[in-house]
């Protein structure tokens, strides 16, 4: 059950991340998004018992550090995105970007410097009184991603007020999940305390990710969390999805108005054919096809149907036209006009 639930949150973080880093190449924006749920998703694919199994072949207890580290780079990308989407990017950047660096070290050091680490599963439970380096390497494990967290909340909580709609329902999950995380460190860190003072500690086996107190605060909390974050940086970026794929289809219905304008009259064409974004590309094709409405004669209060026949009626060779002065119109209504043009040209083409 524990494999299944780690597993499953692992990919879903890998699936999302991949698909944040595909647009982020696309748009020049969003990367830290991406490297954060990859790194969320590497770090539950490492953690899963089976994995750690395996992991623990090539060094004993592997999986347990490889998680931790991706946790930890998972944690400062968020953190870095949150503080994007509020406005607050560079403030506090190299504190966090130090604080990153320092933990990691901490980590690495300390974790190749302990001997007789356990194989399989990585559990430290019974190493915290022999072993040092484990103490070190669990506070500051700990104490890094308490701060993160911490900035997390905050920046979020702060933000939500001057939010609204899908945003604000994403810096809520992302509050909520700082909440489950915070939980998740208090209670390790109080697991730890019991280790320290007894004699002969037991393993924290469970059963389940939530079959009592101590294995939700250590497994069902942080997939729980994850989730949240998931959802969290997912959520906000739905609007922009459905606004991409309604400028793709304009795109695509404008196509063959836009084609029959731009033969009639090549000079509407733009040197630059637009930027990298879809938005940018579907403005650049409405100007133009505004622009060779304009010359064909066609006004804004001309109904589509007709507007559609004025332009079938064009010969498809260029002439000579002087172009009115256009007005201006807000971009919904302009989009709404040309699209019904657009169709009404389609149709009438094709009929």
Request: with cysteine.
């Amino acid at each position: 059950m524990i494999d299944i639930l780690f597993l499953g949150v692992g990919f879903f973080a890998l699936v999302a991340g991949i698909w944040r880093a595909v647009r982020a190449r696309r748009t020049g924006a969003g990367t830290g998004l991406a490297v954060s749920l990859i790194a969320l998703g590497a770090a539950f694919c490492f953690l899963s018992n089976r994995a750690q199994v395996v992991e623990s072949e090539l060094y004993p207890s592997l999986g347990r550090l490889l998680s931790n580290l991706a946790t930890m780079v998972a944690a400062y990308g968020i953190g870095l995105t949150v503080a994007e989407i509020s406005g607050t990017r560079d403030r506090g950047r190299r504190t966090r970007l130090v604080a990153l660096a320092a933990a990691l070290t901490v980590l690495v050091v300390t974790f190749f410097s302990t001997s007789d680490l356990p194989r399989g599963i990585g559990l430290f439970d019974e190493l915290y009184r022999t072993h040092p380096t484990l103490v070190v390497y669990v506070f500051a494990y700990t104490v890094y991603l308490g701060f993160a967290v911490i900035d997390i909340g905050i920046v979020s909580a702060v933000t939500i007020r001057a939010s609204g709609g899908a945003l604000r329902a994403g810096l809520t999950l992302l509050l909520l999940a700082s909440a489950f995380a915070v939980a998740y460190l208090g209670g390790k860190v109080v697991a730890t305390i019991k280790a320290l003072q007894s004699d002969h500690p037991a393993k924290a086996l469970c059963g389940g990710p939530f079959s009592t107190l101590p294995c939700a605060l250590d497994v069902g909390f942080p997939a729980v969390s994850v989730l949240l974050i998931v959802l969290g940086l997912t959520i906000p970026a739905v609007p922009g999805l459905v606004a991409g794929r309604r400028d793709a289809r304009t795109l695509r219905l404008l196509r063959p108005l836009r084609a029959h304008l731009t033969r009639r009259f090549p000079e509407i064409v733009r040197i630059d054919p637009g930027g990298p974004s879809r938005r940018e590309r579907l403005l650049t094709a409405m100007s133009e096809t505004n622009d060779g409405l304009i010359l064909a004669g066609v006004t804004p209060e001309l109904a589509a149907p007709a507007a559609a026949r004025l332009v079938r009626a064009l010969p498809d060779e260029p002439g000579e036209t002087v172009p009115p002065v256009a007005g201006t119109e807000p971009f919904a209504a302009d989009v709404a006009r040309l699209r019904a043009i657009a169709r009404a040209f389609r149709s009438g083409t094709a009929g």
